[in-house]
């Protein structure tokens, strides 16, 4: 990607006396390069401040990618135009700063809002059978606790979701971006989460300690839902909460998701809420009652256009979605992020449900 962002757009828009723009691609591979040396082995120190720079190469380098496929298709496209040579130089010289300038542009709006606190994104659900005339629901997900997110932000992060007085949390997982022993004093601050909070894991638990992430968490008194259901509510006013484990489990081997034991013993009668990290999930449920499934794992794409991408593995981006006539999915963008700490078009969120009965 670095080489065809210097051959296609850092080489084409530079003169003779701006050839020094080389050093952007040579700088970016070199810190591409120190970030995958730290995702593999783990031997770079632990800093954030390290690790928010070295992963922002990362991202800078995708979209300067984007913005060089940009240049590179409309610059073939406008060799077809018959144009003037001394016009065809004044306009492309146009071209080249209004492309610097959307590029500067497209990184710092990046920048800015990968760094911002999560807002708040209300949504109202209306559900068949919904036992109770109103049920306000928070949903957090991929916090991704690591490097860069510390305890400051989640004890923000347990203030501002109790300031919304939630008859229910649910953490859809990839909640830790670390092993749990190194992250226990960040994680803390959720045991002051005042609603009855559940967990369900998400592809990072799997990839730091299944075990020790559930542990901790129950620590907490955080309810983590492994293929099991809950059933919320009293007398006739109940409904079914299902968590089902990640799809990573199958490849790994361990805490593989099972829908048959998650609804063991459950009244499908009821109506069934269930969580799942991964939104393609949504695709297998049949024989198994889903109202409502509750997801996350995609972070809305984090930096657009990366969004298309991930459309080819999942079924869902964002948002709510009519899945079937009797099957409503959710998938939020996230709480946190991962890897480069960038946005684009994919803003952070705590998502709150309204759900009401149809």
Known sequence: MNIYIWRRFLRLISHAKVHYLIIIPILLMAGDGFFILDIATGVIPDSPALYFISSSFV????????????????????????????????????????????????????????????????????????PLERFNLVQLTDVHVGRTIKRDFIERLVAETNQLNPDMVVITGDL????????????????????????????HEYFHGVGEAVAYIRELGIIPLLNEHVVIGEGEQQFNLVGLNDITGIRTGFYPPDKDKAFAGADQDKCCIVLAHQPRMITEMDGCRCDLMLSGHTHGGQIFPFGLLVMAAQPYLAGLHSHTPEQQIFVSRGTGYWGPPLRFLAPSEISQLIIQPT
Do not use: H, W
């Not at 001394?86 to 071209?95: E, N, V």
């Open 176 to 203: 830790v971006d670390l092993p749990v022993s190194r992250i226990e004093y960040d994680l803390f601050p959720l045991k002051d989460l005042k609603a009855p909070t559940y967990f369900i894991l998400g592809n």
């Open 59 to 130: 991202g800078v380098t995708f979209m300067l990618f984007v913005v060089a496929i940009v240049y590179d298709l409309s610059i073939t496209v406008s060799k077809r135009v018959p144009v003037d040579q001394s016009r065809r130089r004044t306009l492309k010289l146009i071209f080249d700063v209004t492309m610097l300038v959307a590029a500067i542009a497209y990184l710092l709006r990046g920048f800015s809002q990968g760094v911002k606190f999560p807002g708040l994104n209300r949504v109202q659900v209306r559900l068949k059978d919904f």
